[in-house]
């Protein structure tokens, strides 16, 4: 009779465990589906950020475009209106008051067009053998 109140209390338990089980089970579920949807919107964040510099970056470089373009345009009207009209009295002529502060935007222009080099000038010493570095170190 001992060994049926142990199957009794066995059978208890396993139900009261796969019971306990099944609660614990769902909130591990819960927290699974709570943790996967946290680390997607880590990532569509982290999306839209990068997204977000792009576009500045974008425009920053048109808005840069756009000012070297009214700056060229500009000295043209103000080179143009000065061949043109000769004898117009500087009052009158609205480009002349800006003429002497325009900027050349060839120089500027002509020094972003020119490929970067791959190499430095001299030599930097950063592969020389370590005996190389000590001897020139004692001869100092």
């Known amino acids: 009779m001992t060994w049926v109140y142990a ?3 066995f059978v208890a338990g396993a139900i009261a465990g796969a019971f306990a089980a099944r609660l614990g089970n769902q909130s591990l579920k819960q927290q699974k589906e709570l943790k996967k949807d946290l680390d997607k919107s880590k990532y569509e964040l982290e999306q839209f950020r990068q997204e977000l510099v ?22 043209h009207m103000a080179k143009t209106s000065a061949e043109l009209m000769p004898n117009l009295p500087e009052q009158d002529n609205p480009f002349a008051r800006r003429i002497s502060t325009l900027e050349t935007v060839q120089s500027s222009s002509s020094t972003l067009q020119e490929q970067p080099r791959d190499y430095a000038n001299g030599a930097s010493g950063l592969l020389k053998n370590e005996t190389e570095q000590v001897e020139e170190t004692k001869a100092s």
Do not use: C, G, P, Q
């Open 7 to 9: 199957l009794l209390i």
């Open 54 to 75: 792009d576009h500045f970056a974008s425009s920053s470089e048109l808005l840069d475009n756009i000012a070297k373009d009214y700056s060229k345009l500009y000295e």
